[in-house]
């Protein structure tokens, strides 16, 4: 990547990193979604997962605390558990695989959890609440999930679906995600700064970018009380939606 960035190019960056942060703060997910691709196709290199994962870090450090009375510990305990697996998996699998077979077996599984929300919102469950999740469902969903962030930095939206599907308002699964996030992308930097290191423009185009990316959470705070249960499943579906669409578009 240029140390000397184009200022229409930095412009868009800055434009997308405000948007996904806002909706990640809105929403729980979305970030790695939106500005995870678009950092793929402007930079076309590994800062580009590296500078995401940053920033998802920082969203998340940002807005859990304050979450905390509305995350479901048990929850939360099981999917990091389950996490500590799939992350390690999927930083294996990067390495054996070709970015293109990634990216379709991921198009492939977040399509099926598109599906299965979709079939749950015709069905209009929504909210109501069934069983609770049994120890084991809940840590094969942080593993798999785990895998989602060790292969392509995208932890979010299979368990965000998956706990919206099994009946948790958005609240908690706001609340639950952000706390999550913590683990699985602090466990994704930690991998970077131990493995591969930060190279300095990833460095310095992340910082560049925090006045967007606080703007943007700041944006999505307002906007996270204004979301009724139903326009959250259906954010959440236009946002798997994108990112199938997004992975197929980039192979």
């Known amino acids: ?15 997308a990193v405000f948007g996904a942060a806002m909706l990640q703060a809105a929403t729980g997910i979305g970030y790695g979604v939106i500005a995870g691709p678009i950092f793929l ?36 305990t ?3 558990a389950g996490g500590v697996v799939g ?19 991921a198009a492939a599984m977040v399509a099926f959890v598109a599906a299965t929300l979709l079939l749950d919102m015709r069905r209009g469950r929504g909210a109501a609440s069934g069983m609770p999740p049994a120890a084991g469902e809940t840590g094969l969903v942080g593993t798999l999930a785990g895998v989602m962030g060790g292969v ?4 979010g939206p299979l368990a965000a ?6 009946g948790f308002d958005r609240g908690t699964v706001r609340a639950t995600i952000l706390a999550f996030f913590v683990f699985a992308y602090g466990a ?30 700041a944006a999505g705070v307002g906007l996270s ?25 980039s192979i």
């Open 1 to 15: 990547m240029e140390t000397q960035m184009d200022p229409a190019l930095l412009t868009l960056l800055c434009l």
């Open 41 to 76: 196709v402007a930079l076309n290199g590994t800062e580009a997962i590296q500078i995401s994962a940053l920033h998802n870090l920082a969203i998340a450090l940002v807005l859990a605390p304050s979450l905390r009375g509305a995350m479901d510990r048990t929850v939360l």
């Open 78 to 80: 099981r999917l990091i």
């Open 87 to 105: 992350i390690t998996a999927g930083l294996v699998l990067q390495t054996w695989l070709s970015v293109a077979a990634l990216k379709l077996c």
């Open 152 to 155: 392509l930095a995208m932890p």
């Open 161 to 166: 679906t998956w706990m919206s599907v099994r």
């Open 188 to 217: 994704n930097v930690a991998s970077y700064a131990l493995l591969t290191g930060f190279g300095t423009v990833s460095l310095r185009l992340a910082a560049w970018l925090l006045p967007a990316l606080a703007l943007g959470i």
């Open 225 to 249: 009380g204004r979301l009724s249960e139903t326009l959250f499943r259906k954010v959440l579906l236009g946002v798997l939606a994108t990112t199938v669409a997004l992975l197929l578009v």
